[in-house]
């Protein structure tokens, strides 16, 4: 059964700050790996789609990496807008049956103070 | 551009009673999804559809209809409402073919069964 777990639940910065988020995942074959960002009273909007260890794709002051464990979420300089949760997901590989199911973690709520 | 739309936004209803959440995309994606987000449980898999006629379960599906008729639209029906169906659900439609493509997400339905 594919698992993902994220940490850390939550994470307050000052603004500035520079951190990152683990993803952490199990998964029978990975197709890909999603980073969504979810404001609250919204839906997930996506970020990333990482494809093979090693890959890093960058968006303004974020970075996502891919190893063949986990990935990571590298915030750098964070401003208050940076402020949601961070949701990462695992796509698994077509010929286990997957489909283009995804496997979701609960999250990283992230707070950024001025 | 619309994209993705659901309705209604807030749901209250009692147990017992049947209730249909809409979804509505209009990018023509092949594969539609719901989910529900609950504390502690990420967002799960309720039912996945690849295209107009074909739907299969996800992770958590009893207790929930789902259909298909047209592409663009992929309404779910709880037909008999219980407490631990209050959620906010979520739809989502993706492409699909050669390669890897993310899922797009609606504002969400915040229902509460009484």
């Known amino acids: 059964e594919d698992q993902v777990t994220q940490s850390p639940e939550a994470l307050r910065l000052q603004e500035g700050e520079s951190s990152s988020l683990n993803c952490s995942y199990t998964v029978s074959g990975l197709r890909g790996l999603f980073w969504y960002r979810q404001d609250p009273g919204k839906g997930p909007e996506f970020l990333f789609t990482?494809?093979?260890a090693g890959e890093e794709k960058e968006k303004e002051r974020l970075k996502a990496t891919l190893t063949k464990k986990e990935s990571f979420l590298h915030i750098t300089a964070p401003k208050p807008e940076d402020s949601a949760t961070y949701l990462c997901a695992v796509q698994p590989n077509i010929l286990t049956g997957g489909g283009n199911k995804l496997t979701f973690g609960t999250g990283t709520q992230l707070k950024v103070e001025l | 551009d619309a994209g993705i739309t659901q309705s209604p936004r807030y749901k209250i209803t009692e147990t017992g009673r049947q209730v249909t959440l809409m979804c509505h995309q209009t990018w023509s994606h092949s594969y539609m999804f719901w989910y529900r987000q609950d504390l502690g449980h990420g967002l799960r898999l309720i039912y996945y559809s690849a295209a107009a006629d074909i739907t299969d379960k996800g992770e958590v599906p009893d207790g929930y209809v789902v259909s298909r008729s047209k592409t663009e639209n992929f309404p779910l029906t709880l037909e008999s409402a219980t407490r631990s169906q209050t959620s906010v659900y979520f739809c989502a439609s993706s492409r699909t073919g050669q390669g890897f493509y993310e899922q797009y997400f609606g504002p969400g339905t915040r229902l509460t069964v009484t």
């Open positions: 990482l494809y093979s």
